[in-house]
């Protein structure tokens, strides 16, 4: 591909589920397109717990966007995280290490997804890592079995007891499936490998400020869900609001006003998402409105007003309520990339976009699941046979499938998990990078052979 060309250049912000599939729907089309990613990986989100609690590997559920792509010809992939979107010139600036690339763009679809949300309490993330990226998920399977070690050779009972008491915050599919997860950990996988300890005594707390979990599934799943979790040994808190939280604790506050802590090593934080931020600089600069978790406020067409060039698709948007799930990301990024496809056509669009819904699952243990389909709702195991197919038949790439399916076989048929590699560094590395700062990174521009290294290089 020429940087130079005439072609219509597309730029795309992300490799999820939005930015793929948009790529995927422009492969026929004469035009140019950069993926921008700042992870060279499609992640399948759904099935981070799996990778956190040693079921999966993290090259089971994250294939290189640049092999996925690789036949489609009309594709640049560059690795990159955006910085800047400058409206005005239709440019996109993205930044690698220290060295930066400028990407022009006809049409931009920006498909950055969310993070996590801490309500304000950015500090909470030290102790308390959120299950978006592979880093968190490798950071919190560390966290939990080297829980399991540590309180092995700790001779202070208060110590091991902290040590063994693992809560997941918020109720949502991800905190009761990672809650589902650890309990089968313990009662199951490690139960006989420990010499000292009894790994079926740890505690597995889920605490929820609201008074249900799974709530968008419904009172009698919501219901079936919290009596499945309790069966297997979690204890269900809700109505219980984390206050503040350190190394060694959790504070809660419960609806009556009373005030406690738990002495708590690991802690997992899965409540609430905040957009991009990439959102608001773009609404900034377009007069659009974002919501107070940062997602845009879209046309019908997924557009911003007055800039039909700017597309956004997936855990970005807010539009009539549509929720931030995988098949949202993967109809809006299919629909912005034909609404491309008909303008330059010179066809007419497509009408407003619309979301259809196929349903939501949650797992929570081997063999049980629940899922709402249309107006069926079931639970049990022909829900979690149900939930494997549909994971199965959704993940990106022949090969991943087949090596999801191979360590699934491992872990349901036996009880034993494949990925259970945990390290220090795996645990400590994020936080020793954030008291490095940037001196923790390499500078690729040598000052002394390259010369002014704030120059940085334009793609296009
Ligand atoms: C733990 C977990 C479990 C989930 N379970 C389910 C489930 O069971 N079912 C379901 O339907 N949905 C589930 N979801 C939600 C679903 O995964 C998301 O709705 C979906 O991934 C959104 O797709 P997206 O393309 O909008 O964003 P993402 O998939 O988040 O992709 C965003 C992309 O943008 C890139 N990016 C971000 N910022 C920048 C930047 N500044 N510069 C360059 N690149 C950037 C990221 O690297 C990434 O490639 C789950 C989510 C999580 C976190």
Known sequence: MSANSNKHQVVIIGSGFGGLFAAKELADEDVEI????????????????????GILSEGDIAPTTRDILG????????????????????????????QHTITHYDSLIVAAGAGQSYFGNNHFARYAPGMKSIDDALELRGRIFGSFELAETSLDPEQRRRLLTFVVVGAGPTGVEMAGQIAELAQR????????????????ILLDAAPKVLPSFGDRLSDRARKSLQDQGVEVQLNAMVTDLDQYKIDVKDSDGSHRSIETMTKVWAAGV????????VAEQTGTEVDRAGRVHVEDDLTVSGHPEIFFVGDMINLKGYPGVAQLAIQSGRYAAR?????????????AFKYRDKGSMATISKYSAVASIGK???????????????????????????STLLNWVITFVGDNRNERVSTFQQVFARTAMEDLGPSAFPNLSDPARDGDEDEGKAAS
């Open 34 to 53: 950069t993926l921008i990613s700042k992870t060279s990986h499609h992640l399948f989100q759904p099935l981070l717990y799996q990778v956190a609690t």
């Open 339 to 351: 609404q491309i496809k008909a303008r330059l056509a010179g066809t007419t669009p497509q009408g």
């Open 189 to 204: 996988t490690l139960a006989d490998e420990f010499r000292q300890i009894d790994p079926s005594e740890a505690r597995v």
């Open 71 to 98: 036949n489609q010809s009309n594709v640049r992939v560059i690795l990159g995280d955006v910085q800047e979107v400058d409206v005005e010139a239709k440019t996109v600036r993205s930044e690698s290490l220290n």
């Open 274 to 281: 905040a957009a991009s931020p990439l959102g608001r600089m």
């Open 376 to 402: 069926i709702n079931f639970t049990g195991f022909f829900a979690w046979v149900a939930w494997l197919a549909v994971h199965l038949m959704a993940m990106v790439g022949f090969k991943n499938r087949v």
